[in-house]
Nanobody, 118 residues
Framework: QVQLVESGGGLVQAGGSLRLSCAAS????????MGWFRQAPGKEREFVAV?????TYADSVKGRFTISRDNAKNTVYLQMNSLKPEDTAVYYC??????????????WGQGTQVTVSS
């Protein structure tokens, strides 16, 4: 079992920055790919970024967001710069065991709200 707790959300003006954190407890953190997803009101949840040994990003955030991890602290981060109103959403952290094939996210956090005002 892996428990995930996000933090760092809030209200920010367009063009501003936020850094989200996701603290993991439970099984070996380094054996999991860690992803960030988001869900805006009335929309489906969408992929934002994932990191195993390196980061992969959705086109909508590429060049603005940076995902990183600190295995010593069992924490994954999402640095969000140049925020836009369309980035407003609940952001979720998720964990997928690193294995061959597509990631299957088995554990999810409770989410943290990010609101970007225009």
């Amino acid at each position: 079992q892996v428990q995930l707790v996000e933090s760092g959300g809030g209200l920010v003006q367009a063009g501003g920055s936020l850094r989200l954190s996701c603290a993991a407890s439970g099984r070996t953190f380094s054996g999991y790919a860690m992803g960030w997803f988001r869900q805006a009101p009335g929309k489906e949840r969408e992929f934002v970024a994932v990191i195993s040994w390196s980061g992969t990003y959705a086109d909508s955030v590429k060049g603005r967001f940076t995902i990183s991890r600190d295995n010593a602290k069992n924490t994954v981060y999402l640095q969000m710069n140049s925020l836009k109103p369309e980035d407003t959403a609940v952001y979720y952290c998720a964990a997928a065991p690193i294995r061959l094939g597509p990631y299957k996210y088995e554990y999810w956090g409770q989410g943290t709200q990010v609101t970007v005002s225009s």
